[in-house]
């Protein structure tokens, strides 16, 4: 089949197959462009490895360090007349890379919150993997079914206690406009937290470590995100904000837990603002990302996702020289955003932003490319008008 973009609100509902492998290929390319990480990684999970900073974790382990990995995700195959997710996709893409570069990785499909595929994962571990020295949790989900009650979690983007009013953008027509959001309530706040908080984290940790699959000496990292203060009221004061209060504190419960039974530490990492399928879906932060795209490019120092997972684990988590925390003991990769004057130009511009100025003030065409090569379009080299079979097993 010919398979086109097919984009409805902050998603596209269709992936490319070869432009999904494109996009991991540049991504591995890139990792190996950096040289090898010294002291890398050598076993590592990725739990929520398809997409995103998750993916890029995968791929730096496995090009950077030469490190056997394994993918948990949930992930969705093609069916008659439509192709996979995206991430089933990369995930093919990567095996197929690291397998041919003779890497150890083994893929796991299906719902990372559930007891199951914990099971699962440890099994695989115990029968094929070394215990793990990194275990990366990044997983992305709107819904969480708990494993011990049976109730399905569904998390919400709003403010608390108060409307949230403020400019977005609409990426796909590039209209500025006034977006209002009614405040949470305290059952979608709690909600939230279910999804996107840390006790899903604490789970996998303590039940590798019951299994013995945990290595001495181990590192668990999460990520999250602070932004900016035009971000705050949807973000950070926000009920995602308060679900990431709950991964720094699971973060500090997991990081005494290691220390305790002898193994390494954990800790959140702060990564920038990106277009991915999650920020994608946030009211107003595509418009911040427009605009800082078009600075952070101006100014060299741009990064995607592959490039912050690089700096992470060649300039923090294998250094040699210790991890770098803030006053919060969180390391911070979103620091080149964050610079003031990165920050300053991102306020000058901000209140200025209309649907007529959108393009000469922002990079919302930049924002669209990599927005599609999320589902694998707008990649060099691909024949976009050329027949591709979408059916393919996961390996």
């Not at 060649?314 to 979103?334: C, H, K, M, N």
């Not at 080149?336 to 004057?341: F, L, S, V, Y």
């Amino acid at each position: 089949m010919v398979i086109r973009p097919k984009v409805r609100g902050f998603v596209c509902i269709t992936a490319h197959p070869e432009g999904c492998a494109a996009h991991v290929a540049e991504q591995v390319a890139y990792v190996k462009s950096k040289g090898a990480i010294p002291n890398g990684p050598r076993s590592v999970l990725v739990i929520g490895a398809s997409t995103g900073y998750g993916l890029a974790s995968r791929i730096t382990a496995a090009f950077g360090s030469g490190a056997q990995t394994l993918g948990v995700f949930f992930e969705r195959p093609s069916d008659e007349g439509r192709p996979a997710t995206p991430g089933w996709y990369n995930t093919l893409a990567f095996t197929e890379a690291a397998r041919s570069a003779g890497l150890k990785t083994a893929n796991i499909n299906g719902d990372a919150f559930s007891d199951d595929i914990k099971k699962q994962t440890i099994d695989l571990l115990k029968r094929e993997f070394a215990p793990v020295d990194l275990i990366v949790y990044s997983l992305a989900s709107p819904r969480r079914t708990h494993p011990k009650t049976g109730v399905v979690h569904k998390s919400t983007l709003k403010p608390i206690g108060q409307t949230f009013a403020n400019k977005t953008v609409d990426t796909d027509k590039g209209i500025v406009s006034q977006i209002t959001i009614e405040p949470a309530t305290e059952a979608e706040i709690s909600d939230t937290v279910a999804v996107m908080g840390g006790e899903d984290w604490e789970m996998w940790i303590h039940a590798l470590m019951a299994a013995g699959v945990v290595a001495p000496g181990a590192t668990s990292v999460a990520y999250s995100y602070i932004g900016p203060e035009v971000t705050w009221p949807i973000y950070k004061n926000g009920t995602i904000g308060i679900a990431k209060n709950d991964l720094e504190r699971s973060a500090r419960r997991i990081d005494a837990s290691l220390k305790s039974h002898g193994y390494g530490r954990a800790f959140i990492s702060v990564n920038k603002a990106l277009v991915t399928q999650a920020s994608s879906a946030i009211p107003v932060v595509p418009l911040y990302i427009s605009i800082l795209y078009k600075i952070m490019k101006a100014q060299g120092t741009h990064e995607g996702c592959i490039e912050q997972m690089q700096r992470l684990f060649a300039t923090e988590l294998y250094s040699g020289r210790g991890l770098r925390f803030d006053e919060s003991g969180r390391v911070r990769i979103d620091d080149w955003e964050m610079r003031p004057a990165i920050q300053n130009e991102v306020a000058r511009i901000w209140p200025t932003v209309t649907t007529e100025n959108l393009a000469a003030l922002t990079d919302i065409a930049g924002y669209r490319a990599e927005f599609l090569k999320l589902f694998g379009f707008g990649l060099p080299g691909i024949d976009y008008d050329a027949e591709v079979e979408p059916h393919r097993p996961m390996l």
